[in-house]
């Protein structure tokens, strides 16, 4: 049984994770409460983009608890964790560049995100996804930015309006980007702890 094992995929630590992600989407959903108040229906499931991500590693959690892999969970979650992650410090720092102001919302919003980055890599050597796994998560990330930046049902920063255009750009490199990530490390290496 190797480093790696030995913490990981150590019951505690999967326990602990579980609580956290799970209260974290739970805290996430309400966050997004306003929002979804005036989202219509059929966009619902792509506005709460970071506490969807964690609800995907959510059920990877469980299946790990379960010693089981649930490999679309995991692509989801993979892809998602690193992308929303990223993106939410990126945006927080946006608004800092432009605001000059940074609050302890900002920076509890910053560190949470970052760590959903860091879980969901952190996983790739434990996760059993396949080609098609990623593919339809790759589709879920692009999707999901056809519906933030042509529907506008992206994440409210009003004081980022006037950088749509450029924030969409982004956003759908960093999906790329995420899918690329999460191909080299989990699906193209196969690095698969047993």
């Known amino acids: 049984m190797n480093y790696l094992q ?9 326990i602990l994770l579980l ?22 229906a059929k966009f619902i ?15 990877v959690l469980i299946g790990f608890l379960m010693n089981k892999n ?15 992650g990223i993106w939410a410090v990126v945006m927080n720092l946006l608004v800092y560049k432009v605001t000059g102001e940074m609050n302890i919302i900002m920076l509890m ?30 589709v879920w990330a692009v999707h999901n930015e056809i519906i933030d930046y042509v529907f506008f049902m992206m994440p409210q920063y009003p004081v980022l309006d006037q950088y749509r255009a450029q924030i969409g750009y982004f956003t759908f490199w960093l999906s790329i980007a995420s899918v690329a990530l999460v191909y080299w490390l989990a699906v193209r290496k196969k690095k698969i702890v047993k």
Do not use: C
């Not at 030995?6 to 505690?12: A, G, S």
């Not at 679309?72 to 892809?79: T, Y």
């Open 45 to 59: 499931p792509f506005v709460p983009d970071s506490p969807t991500a964690t609800l995907f590693f959510v059920f």
């Open 70 to 84: 649930f490999g679309l969970m995991e692509a989801l979650a993979s892809v998602t964790l690193f992308k929303y």
């Open 6 to 14: 030995l913490i990981f995929k150590d019951k505690r630590v999967l």
């Open 109 to 138: 919003l910053m560190t949470s995100h970052f760590a959903m980055a860091v879980q969901g890599i952190l996983y790739t050597p434990f996760y059993r996804i396949k080609p098609i796994h990623l593919s339809i998560a790759a």
């Open 19 to 40: 609580i956290v992600n799970t209260l974290g989407t739970i805290y996430g959903y309400i966050w997004y409460g306003g929002q979804l108040a005036m989202t219509p």
